[in-house]
């Protein structure tokens, strides 16, 4: 785990924070469920769907509009441990 969490922060995207930031949360929780060291872990599966989509309107000259589409998306990270089950 610790290497990912190395490779996470020095990613130069901005959606390396946010899933950074999610893995942390997916090591406490294991933790928490007391399902092994935090320094044995690795990430056995890792999902991105999409999200719902929030549709604006921008507006334009002469009375128009053009449609802006917020995309969002779902993040799923499930961890692992050696003597715990795959997804937690």
Request: charged share 20%; aromatic share 4%.
């Amino acid at each position: 785990m610790p290497m990912a969490l190395a490779m996470l922060r020095h990613t130069p995207k901005h959606a390396a924070r946010v899933i950074e930031k999610l893995l942390r949360s997916a090591v406490a929780n294991a933790e928490q469920k007391e399902l092994g060291d935090s320094d044995e872990m690795w990430v056995s599966q890792a999902v991105v769907n999409c999200g719902p989509i929030y549709k604006r309107f921008r507006a334009r000259s002469m009375g128009r509009a053009n449609s802006i589409q917020k995309r969002t998306s779902h993040i799923t990270i499930a961890v692992a441990a050696p003597g715990a089950a795959a997804n937690s």
